[in-house]
């Protein structure tokens, strides 16, 4: 490599590093926000606001607050037969869930958890088979109560983990010298050190 060449390299260098976060010195994330959003949708998830911290420290992550519809989120993860009293009530419209973030500082996965909400009330005749149907289905909803949560936050996380992944690669990449190099260029930065 002659004089010339290491020169221009170092110039080269020089300008990626000093313009090191120009691709993220907005909210670069809109887009996977969006994504997230409509992904979420399909499967019973509407999402009100996401968060994230990142990258590569201890607590890093990300996580999204909302509301589930569990008819939907039931039979798109195919669990309708494992809960069968949670779906006859999430059919009728008396059973959905809130995705809530605590009291942290910190924005990952863990930071969130679904509350299962039952607003149901049987309004049959007592001594009518469907009352007795409508008990021994609370019943049977009180047994499912906690694997149902577990199951709801498990899959939830996952999806926040998903999020976080995808806005980590994109930070990366984005902060890459490749894509540092090509706004430059585009942006016609290198020009002022010539």
Known sequence: MNQLDTESKQIK???IEKYRSINV?????????????I??????ISVS???FSGFYSQ??????????DMAQFLKVHQLEQKYMAATFFAGQGELWANLDQGNSRYYHEQTVSASLVVDSYNNYEEDSTRYQVYETMQKVLDDEWK????DVNNICRGYMQD????????????????????TIEANELHLEAA
């Open 13 to 15: 260098d020089e300008l």
């Open 25 to 37: 010195d907005y909210e670069w994330w809109d887009c996977i926000y969006a994504d997230l959003k």
């Open 39 to 44: 992904e979420m949708e399909t499967k019973g």
């Open 49 to 51: 606001d996401m968060h």
């Open 59 to 68: 607590g890093d992550g990300a996580c999204f607050i909302g509301r589930i």
């Open 147 to 150: 694997d149902l949560e577990d």
């Open 163 to 182: 999020l976080y992944r995808k806005l980590r690669d994109e930070h990366e990449y984005l902060t890459s010298d490749e894509a540092v190099w090509e």
